[in-house]
């Protein structure tokens, strides 16, 4: 749930002392809610932002207390989080604090390919089979209009197309490194029109 403006104030209309972590909690609320939109848990989203906002890392009771939740809804998001290398313990104490991994794009690209890959690798599979058909029917006249199925198989292979060179971007760990991104990003825009 993201934090409205009005839950800044005080019931008697005066703005509360540390305004900055309202807002912060504001942003990471912001970040589940995408998270969240993309099929995963808020939470993760949650955790992850506040680790990548923090000075310093934090261990899992700082974060349940930050995000006002549960402490065992911390363990197992974290657990998960670190299991996709999203986050990392600083060390290997038992209660060692996190910090979050802000080069997040190599996992962006495993859920790509995990995922939106296999369902437009289902459907070419399933238009390629229904085309083959299609040619070797007798049916006069078709019941199906075979240019209509090739045309969305050209737009399945097209999205495995944009979909196969954006897995392969690679994000800027750091802003030194974003105007070398933003050439790169400019050579596959080209790409795209060049389809």
């Known amino acids: 749930m993201i934090r409205t403006d009005a839950e800044f104030d005080s ?14 909690r504001q942003v990471c609320d912001a970040v589940g809610a ?9 939470i993760h989203g949650r955790i992850w932002a506040v680790l990548a906002l923090s000075t310093e ?6 974060v349940s207390e930050f995000l006002e939740v549960s402490r065992s809804l911390v363990s197992g998001a974290m657990a998960e989080l670190v299991q996709h290398r999203l986050v990392e313990p600083t060390d290997d104490r038992r209660n060692a ?5 802000v080069d997040i794009w190599p996992t962006i690209a495993d859920v790509l390919r995990a995922r939106e890959w296999m369902l437009v ?17 007798t ?3 078709p019941r199906f209009a075979i240019e209509r199925l ?3 198989l ?5 999205a495995q197309v944009f979909l196969r060179m954006l897995m392969g971007l690679r994000v800027p760990r750091k802003l030194e490194g974003l105007g070398g991104w933003l050439k790169d990003s400019a050579k596959f825009l080209q790409g795209l029109g060049a389809l």
Do not use: C, H
């Open 97 to 101: 604090p996190y910090r979050a991994v």
């Open 57 to 62: 890392p934090l261990n899992q009771v700082e």
């Open 154 to 158: 050209r737009m399945t292979e097209l």
């Open 139 to 141: 049916e006069s006249p």
């Open 11 to 24: 019931p008697t209309g005066r703005i509360p002392q540390d305004r900055l972590t309202l807002r912060v």
């Open 121 to 137: 690798e289902a459907a070419r599979l399933a238009l390629e089979g229904a085309v083959q058909a299609a040619e070797l029917s």
């Open 150 to 152: 090739r045309f969305l």
């Open 34 to 42: 995408f998270i969240e939109y993309w099929g995963f848990k808020a």
